[in-house]
């Protein structure tokens, strides 16, 4: 019977092994969690082993990650091709393509996925210092995360994207800029019929926090890794009152505001998010506080 319910993903096990078989962090840890809620996600220990079906990953090594997988005879993944590490000679790789090519080519955003069929054995690297984090799903579980933080996910897991509708829009003289704080596009993971692993990167450290019905709670937009569906995304603006005119350029701050119920996680490292200065003249659903 299951004894043990991992405090990161919420699967059950017996909690025999030294980490979680569905995410792979350790197993009966005393739990960091911070004095404002937040619970840091343990980096997973070098040679932690998940089984995800018939095949296997194995996540080697500690300031780079390697996800290295097992795949059984049929078994597959699919991935972006630059996380591709190394494999071997009768792994088949095949090419495929993604739905919405125009938008994912002005995002930024890979227009193609590759796609790898066992039997043997592929590996997949982030090139960057972090953390790689496993997701479980569950038939009916969905996730959305940020764009350009996805790794690898098991072919039994659906891919999607949709836009993000945080946006906002500043004018300069006669230039008017839309801008996307935390980008454009969200990826969206799930899973039906089977269960599947989703793989991300996370700069620096993770942490991850359950929001309430209704709570809310402002982040840094590039901090944002990924939430539940249920959580809300909107924008908050802070900036000084009216009184201080010398304040004319950079003088916002820009928040993500996450508004429960749902689990939400973000990275400790992140790219800044400069004001990009002009007047807004148009913006998605969003609050604002004056100092």
């Known amino acids: 019977m299951s004894a043990y319910t991992c405090p990161f993903c919420d699967s059950q096990s017996d909690g025999a092994g030294s980490g979680c078989p ?13 004095a404002s809620g937040w619970l840091e996600m343990p980096p997973m220990a070098d040679m932690t ?9 194995q996540i080697e090594g500690a300031y780079v990650p390697v996800a290295d997988f097992k795949l059984a005879d049929g078994d597959g993944v699919y991935f972006a091709h630059h996380e591709l590490l ?3 000679q009768g792994v088949s790789v095949q090419l495929s393509s993604l739905k919405g090519g125009w938008k994912r080519l002005m ?9 790898a069929t066992g039997p043997g054995r592929i590996a997949f690297s982030r090139d960057a210092a972090g953390e790689t984090l496993a997701i479980p799903l569950r038939p009916g579980h969905t996730v959305d995360v940020r ?12 891919y999607d994207f949709f836009d993000s509708q945080v946006w906002f829009q500043t004018k300069d003289g006669d230039e008017t800029e839309t801008h996307y704080p935390a980008g454009w596009l969200l990826d969206r993971f799930s899973a039906s019929g089977e269960p599947g692993l989703l793989l991300i990167h996370a700069h620096g450290n ?6 309430a019905q209704g709570e809310s709670i402002l982040v840094k937009p590039s901090g944002f890794l990924f939430k539940d569906t249920t959580v809300k995304m909107s924008l908050h603006f802070e900036r000084p009152s009216k009184g201080f005119t010398i ?13 429960g119920p749902g689990k939400v996680a973000v990275q400790s490292a992140y790219g800044h998010t ?5 007047r807004v003249v148009g913006c998605s659903s969003a609050t604002e506080r004056q100092w």
């Open 49 to 57: 082993r998940i089984q995800c079906g018939q095949s296997s990953v």
């Open 274 to 278: 400069h004001d990009p200065g002009g």
């Open 147 to 158: 764009e350009n933080i996805f790794m690898v996910a098991t072919r039994a897991v659906q």
């Open 247 to 259: 304040w004319r350029w950079g003088e916002r701050y820009l928040w993500l505001r996450l508004t």
């Open 86 to 88: 190394w494999k071997d």
């Open 107 to 115: 995002a930024g955003l890979p227009l193609r996925m590759l796609t």
């Open 22 to 34: 569905f995410c792979g962090a350790p197993v009966n840890i005393t739990l960091r969690r911070t």
């Open 206 to 211: 993770a942490f991850q926090r359950v929001l």
